[in-house]
């Protein structure tokens, strides 16, 4: 085959696979917060963004805005963006200033036996090419069409993740890109996969942003990963009561021997006694779960 017919295959080849990726329906988009309200570093409203960021949806070739022509009973993905701060930085060893946007995206769906929730986040940045207050609007649009650009990547891979099997999941999560691994591990924690406990412990020990922890935290608890209470435990070491606080209940609703211990120990001796007082109520409301289970059990063994 020629050169030329080749490439144009190859094109066409291309162009088959683009079309052929699966298109999530998506309602119009909201846009919350008041970074985008009176913001004269980003000098567009809300609606400015909401079009910008629908754009962005459009250009990947992977979304489908709901229409008058979408079924009724489609359940279409309703996402909601925020843009937390837009401010100007300076980088060491570089003399310009750099605009940067935030932006958080919560992708929702309702109607299935499980209404399902995501988060995807961003930070759009672009350098301040001329010291005017033009220059900067110019490089803050600039920052946000990236981060918009971001959003949508992320919203891709984490709706990807969601229709993978748990064997393609466990390989991404060797993936080179982080937020492929991301997605994955966050797929197979909602599953209750094996293979995500010890990851997720291990982010236990290395992260120290608040938000993050409470993320793995509850991604543990809905696992009910009883291997995770001994990192739960020393999480809590010199930490200020209200997070330990927090803890507490998480351990009581992942449960077990060690959990007990860990409860009724706090509840006999934290020197805090709101602290004292939340053990308590956890190990209560562990004893309370314990004995629904084993009555159940009991009933289901008599009817047999």
Request: proline letters at 5%; a negative charge; hydrophobic letters at 45%.
């Amino acid at each position: 085959m020629k050169p030329a017919l080749m490439l144009a295959f190859c094109v066409v080849l291309l162009g088959a696979c683009r079309s052929q990726a699966p298109r999530h329906l998506v309602a119009p988009v909201e846009v919350s917060g008041a970074t985008v309200r009176d913001n004269a570093l980003l000098g567009i409203a809300p609606e400015g963004v909401a079009t910008l960021f629908s754009h962005a949806l459009k250009s990947s070739g992977r979304f489908e805005l709901k229409s008058e022509e979408t079924p009724r009973d489609a359940r279409p993905w309703r996402l909601t963006l925020e843009i937390p701060f837009t401010r100007e930085v300076l980088k060491d060893g570089d003399p310009r200033s750099f605009a940067e946007v935030g932006a958080n995206l919560i992708l929702e769906r309702f109607g299935g036996d499980l209404p399902q929730r995501y988060e995807v986040v961003g930070l759009g940045e672009a350098p301040v090419l001329e010291d005017t207050p033009e220059g900067r609007q110019s490089a803050m649009r600039t920052a946000l069409e990236a981060v918009l650009r971001q959003v949508t990547d992320s919203s891709v891979l984490q709706l990807a993740a969601l229709e993978r099997t748990d064997e393609a999941l466990v390989q991404e999560l060797r993936a080179d890109d982080a937020r492929i691994r991301e997605f994955a591990l966050r797929t197979l924690a909602e599953r209750q996969h094996p293979a995500a406990a010890p990851l997720l412990i291990e982010r236990l020990k290395e992260s120290s942003d608040g938000d993050a922890l409470r993320r793995t935290i509850g991604a543990l608890v809905e696992m009910k990963a009883r291997v995770a209470v001994p990192a739960l435990i020393d999480l809590g070491r010199g930490r200020d009561n209200g997070f330990v606080q927090e803890l507490v209940f998480a351990v009581g609703e992942i449960g077990g021997p060690e959990a007990e211990a860990y409860l009724y120990t706090v509840a006999q001796g934290h020197d805090a006694p709101a602290v004292q007082a939340a053990a308590q109520q956890a190990l209560e409301t562990l004893y309370a779960s314990r004995k629904h289970i084993t009555a159940e059990a009991r009933g289901r063994d008599h009817a047999d």
